[in-house]
């Protein structure tokens, strides 16, 4: 199902890949290496947000399974694993990712750190790991999304995933969601096309991944990283445009695809999101808003949800 979905896509005018093929262990390093970039300011200013209110948050939470959706490094979430294990007796995480390299090397590390903590980690997409949770073990528990990672769903897909969020959750059980705000054009792009390349190295190793799974021949040498900011749409764009008219093929699916000079590959969309329009599509989805974090500059945004009770459910 997946070779066909890259396929397709590939097939399509413009062409495009699903953005999980960026992760493999290698685009995890890479996407590790941007988050310290200068430029890139979410990882920076997320994480100072979390510093100012992990504690606030495991006191409104209590006692809370930890269960984050995209984990990479975890680096992050230990704030938040700090503020549990000071303020509560048990200390539980589930993180999930699609790169079992870089989970298995976090979780243990994290093991190696928190001696209390107990962890299970789960490897695959959102849909996959969520459908594979076990029944919690402590009082509550809480589904943490972080770094912006929901703007790189368009609309739709946005709100499909909502509504696997809302399903995934009891009534009481808690969401914590961090989001990238509209802001200036010219700061957004600049995260996006850094001075070291590091960026364009993430866009183009989505080539190497097909090259290893479907057994590819594409030649990243023959591609240039693209990465606009679109204000009709309130996001950026990114892509790999084709330095000349070229053909490439995918034996594991039997398939070629043929590129103009100048055609391009979309491979990412990440949105910016006004924050009262968000909190009211989160309401609608029964995923309450309790309490809003930003910045100084509401650059980004933390938002702590509660799952509310729908229909047959309430009491």
Same mark, same amino acid.
């Given at each position: 199902?997946?070779?066909?979905? $890259?396929?397709?896509?590939?097939? &399509? %005018? ?14 995890? =390093? ?16 997320? =994480?100072?947000?979390?510093? *100012? ?8 939470? @209590? ?6 959706? /995209?984990s990479g490094s975890s680096r992050k979430t ?20 699609? !790169?079992?390299?870089?989970?298995? %090397? ?5 093991? *190696? $750190? ?9 490897? @695959? %997409? ?25 703007? +790189?769903?368009? =609309? ?28 200036? #054009?010219? #700061?957004?792009?600049?995260?996006? *096309?850094?001075? &070291? /390349? ?6 183009? *190793?989505?080539l190497n991944h097909l090259n290893w799974r ?19 749409? +309130? =996001? ?5 445009? !084709? ?18 000079? @100048? ?11 006004h924050l009262p329009t968000l909190m009211a ?35």
């Amino acid at each position: 199902m997946k070779g066909w979905i $890259s396929s397709r896509g590939l097939q &399509q %005018t413009p062409k495009y890949l699903p953005c999980r093929y960026f992760y493999d262990d290698r685009g995890s =390093q890479l996407f590790e290496q941007i988050t310290d970039l200068p430029e890139y300011y979410p990882t920076r200013i997320e =994480q100072s947000i979390l510093e *100012n209110c992990a504690l606030d948050i495991a006191r409104l939470t @209590g006692s809370c399974e930890l269960v984050e959706l /995209g984990s990479g490094s975890s680096r992050k979430t230990r704030i938040l694993l700090e503020a549990y294990d000071t303020l509560h007796n048990e200390l539980q995480y589930c993180p999930i990712d699609v !790169s079992a390299g870089i989970l298995k %090397t976090t979780a243990l590390d994290l093991l *190696n $750190s928190y001696p209390r903590l107990k962890l299970c980690g789960l490897a @695959g %997409t959102y849909e996959q790991a969520l459908a594979q949770l076990p029944p919690r073990e402590l009082e509550n528990r809480m589904l943490i999304f972080l770094g912006s990672t929901i703007g +790189n769903l368009n =609309q739709e897909e946005c709100d499909r995933f909502l509504t696997l969020i809302q399903q995934a959750l009891e009534p009481g059980e808690f969401f914590l969601l961090g989001v990238d705000l509209q802001k200036d #054009i010219s #700061i957004i792009e600049a995260a996006y *096309n850094d001075a &070291q /390349g590091i960026t364009a190295a993430f866009n183009l *190793n989505i080539l190497n991944h097909l090259n290893w799974r479907f057994q590819g021949n594409f030649d990243t040498d023959q591609f240039e990283h693209w990465a606009f900011y679109n204000p009709i749409k +309130n =996001q950026i764009e990114m892509h790999l445009r !084709s330095l000349t008219l070229q053909t490439a093929r995918l034996e594991v699916l039997n398939f070629q695809v043929a590129l103009e000079e @100048g055609e391009t590959i979309h491979t990412e969309i990440s949105r910016k999101f006004h924050l009262p329009t968000l909190m009211a599509t989160l309401e609608a989805k029964a995923l309450k808003p309790l309490q809003t974090w930003t910045d100084l500059n509401a650059w980004f945004g933390l938002v702590l949800c509660q799952r509310q009770c729908i229909g047959a459910e309430c009491p």
